[in-house]
């Protein structure tokens, strides 16, 4: 699906289009419902569950939620990875944001991807939101982007 003649901005890796807060929507494996809701309630539109080796093992965004039973969601304390999401769709570090916006129309990710710093060692880089690629991009491309 990748498009020839991608406008420049299309064609920057996503590190550059990475916030420093999106590194702070990780919980551990051995995390609770409760502490995903606390992330909710903190501004994250997701959660990504990493492992002891900071690689992405599982997500959580409030559209998963309805989904749950309700006895989850009164009790909270079941294992946010026994409910999360899998398998986690990833870009790297390295990919551009052209490839990132692609991988989540394919997969019909609406909050955003995961970024891992290689596919080598798969360690959680941060969180791509979709909102964020599209205000820096209208940043970018000013009144090009009309």
């Not at 539109?45 to 093992?57: C, K, N, T, Y």
């Not at 870009?91 to 991988?103: F, R, W």
């Not at 970024?115 to 939101?129: D, I, K, P, Q």
């Amino acid at each position: 699906m990748m498009r020839q003649s991608a406008p420049q901005p299309l064609r920057n890796r996503v590190e550059l289009f990475l916030d420093p807060a999106g590194k702070t929507n990780k919980l551990p494996d051995t995390a609770t419902l409760i502490n995903v809701l606390e992330k909710f309630s903190e501004g994250h539109g997701a959660v990504v569950i990493i492992d002891s080796e900071e690689r992405p093992v599982g997500i959580f965004t409030p559209s998963d939620m309805p989904k749950l039973p309700p006895a989850v969601r009164q009790d909270r304390t079941s294992l946010a990875k026994d409910l999360m999401t899998t398998p986690v769709h990833c870009v790297e570090l390295s990919s551009t944001i052209e490839e990132a916006l692609d991988l989540m129309q394919d997969k019909g990710l609406h909050t955003g991807i995961v970024v891992v710093e290689s596919r080598r060692n798969m360690r959680y880089a941060g969180y791509l939101y979709r909102s964020s690629v599209a205000k820096m991009l209208s940043t970018l491309l000013g009144s090009k982007a009309y």
